[in-house]
């Protein structure tokens, strides 16, 4: 019963952030200057066909009543009609999700292989070189944002070493059609190994730019909380059973020592998914964040606010997963 209640405490929360969140995209982008009605027509527009705009969408009444019209039709799935494209703001963001997404667990994927071996290495040639050589990659990773080690690495394996693409999510010669939007799992599920190499080759790089800095993140933090574990009295007991080193980090030490890691994982993937908007721009990758930046350009209000929306609520998901995940994980939550 005190599981349930968490739960639908956590769901109270939830929904009380998404309502924040929605007050504050709604009001905050209508104060700034610009008026969106004004970029789609064209240079000597008349006043009724301003006027006949603003009246289609809704920006002839107050901002209150706007919000109220917009949030009734959130609460039915309707997230309004994009003004630059004349779509629905629901099916367009749903159609760069599963992009986003993908790339998001490619880069979560190869962060926490990277971390996790640098960690383990680390504390396994603890006091040597190698443990000071790791310190500083890490400390370089931390120090270079994404976006700087994407350009770092379009240069390097794009430009002087041209092994992955640089541009695009698939190459547009690939005859094959795809019946979902989440093409990397379609590919496999399909057996169709050769489209899944060419989206793997076009995903790598901005992947791995996301991931070099949490990596750091995660080598630094898991090698800490390895560093306290293995002066544990059960790590000793098996030292003292005979049991080799690499048996004592792995089995005995990294089993209790990855729970910090795992919630800092979880609340940095949520920060990894809104990185992906400068990503996406760098490498065009056709994804939602590469469409929240057109959105912006044109002032497209509609689609800005169902983008900011979908991204609160994947925020708000994976934090309540990294939460109960934890609780599962750690006796001391399970049975408290």
Known sequence: MTRIKRILLRLLT????????????FFVIRVVPGNPISMMLPPGAQEEDIARLQALYGFDRSIPEQFFIWLSGVMQGDLGTSITTHQPVLGLVLSRLPATLELSVVALFLAVFIGGFLALASTRMRGTRVE??????????????????????????????????????????LDFQFQTKFY???????????????LVSHMFLPALALAIP??????????????ETMHLDYVTLSRTKGYGENHVIIQEALPNAILPTLTLVGV????????????????????????????????????????????????TIVNLAVDLTYAALNPKLRHG
């Open 184 to 198: 990397l799992f379609e590919s496999v599920m399909r057996l169709r190994f050769d489209i899944w190499l060419d």
């Open 14 to 25: 939830m929904s009380i952030t998404l309502f924040g969140v929605a007050v504050i995209v």
């Open 268 to 315: 940095q993937f949520t920060f990894l998914i809104g990185g992906t908007v400068i990503i996406e721009r760098l490498f065009s990758y056709e994804g939602l964040g590469n469409m929240a930046i057109d959105a912006v350009i044109n002032r497209d209000l509609p689609l800005i606010q169902g983008i900011v929306i979908l991204f609160a609520l994947i925020f």
């Open 132 to 173: 000071g050589m790791i310190d500083v990659a890490n400390g370089m990773a931390l120090s270079i944002p994404d976006f700087l080690w994407g350009l770092v690495l379009v240069l390097l394996f794009g430009v002087l070493w041209p092994v992955f693409h640089i541009s695009g999510r698939i190459s547009p010669t």
């Open 214 to 227: 949490l990596a750091a993140i995660i080598a630094q933090l898991l090698k800490q909380s390895l560093k």
